[in-house]
């Protein structure tokens, strides 16, 4: 494995559609696949995500979530990792709302009643295979 | 998205060989692909996981964590998700633990020292969209 800088790591999260949301709910870890967009240093995600999340972000000091997204090839047992830590917060102000929403379609056909924020306060990635370059793998 | 029974859910996540352990390090949220094999109600995984899942791990009781999988495909915008939430424990049994060595080989080359069993108390999945069968997508 081999270590990747931060600005590395959010190119390869913005050149993939999907990662996980990771944050606590009722005490319990808990984890949740969505698709995002890299927006300069948020990572933005469309999400209903149990009221746990929402209303926790809603009341202005945000919670800490993490964010993960991978490229692993099976076969080759090649490819990358990227984790986000930092505050999510609820995207509350009407034109920003509408412009993520534009930007952003969930795949599911859930209510999706929320447009959050996640703050790259800590970003971490690793390419596996120090011989294959980073990005590759899949 | 549609709900997947427990069994379905167990069949997926032992389809795919990799998938995502989260946990609590520091008290922030924490997640890391690892690869995978289900063992019954047990999910089995190979990791260093730093110092904090294996320390409380150790200390008999295990620490309650979630492991996802998913497939899930970028153009179709179908696939599933699986996640169990449960207790790991280290497995300190040498029999077991060589049992699981040769049955499980990490992807990178970074020092395995913990065999961790994963509890399925908990499991839940979706397919993404209704049309499309179980286990499909990618």
Request: aromatic share 4%; with cysteine.
């Given at each position: 494995?081999?270590?990747?800088?931060?600005?590395?790591?959010?190119?390869?999260?913005?050149?993939?559609?999907?990662?996980?949301?990771?944050?606590?709910?009722?005490?319990?870890?808990?984890?949740?696949?969505?698709?995002?967009?890299?927006?300069?240093?948020?990572?933005?995600?469309?999400?209903?995500?149990?009221?746990?999340?929402?209303?926790?972000?809603?009341?202005?000091?945000?919670?800490?979530?993490?964010?993960?997204?991978?490229v692993l090839d099976p076969d080759t047992h090649t490819g990358w990792?990227?984790?986000?830590?930092?505050?999510?917060?609820?995207?509350?102000?009407?034109?920003?709302?509408?412009?993520?929403?534009?930007?952003?379609?969930?795949?599911?056909?859930?209510?999706?009643?929320?447009?959050?924020?996640?703050?790259?306060?800590?970003?971490?990635?690793?390419v596996l295979h120090d011989e294959v370059p980073a990005g590759t793998g899949a």
């Amino acid at each position: 494995m081999r270590a990747l800088g931060r600005d590395r790591c959010l190119e390869l999260l913005a050149s993939v559609p999907v990662g996980r949301v990771v944050f606590s709910m009722r005490a319990l870890p808990a984890i949740r696949p969505v698709n995002h967009l890299v927006d300069g240093d948020s990572v933005v995600i469309r999400s209903n995500l149990g009221g746990a999340l929402a209303s926790a972000a809603t009341q202005g000091g945000g919670v800490v979530v993490a964010y993960e997204a991978d490229v692993l090839d099976p076969d080759t047992h090649t490819g990358w990792t990227v984790v986000v830590t930092g505050t999510a917060r609820l995207v509350l102000d009407p034109a920003r709302q509408a412009r993520y929403e534009r930007l952003l379609h969930p795949w599911v056909d859930e209510e999706m009643n929320c447009v959050i924020t996640i703050d790259c306060d800590l970003v971490t990635g690793y390419v596996l295979h120090d011989e294959v370059p980073a990005g590759t793998g899949a």
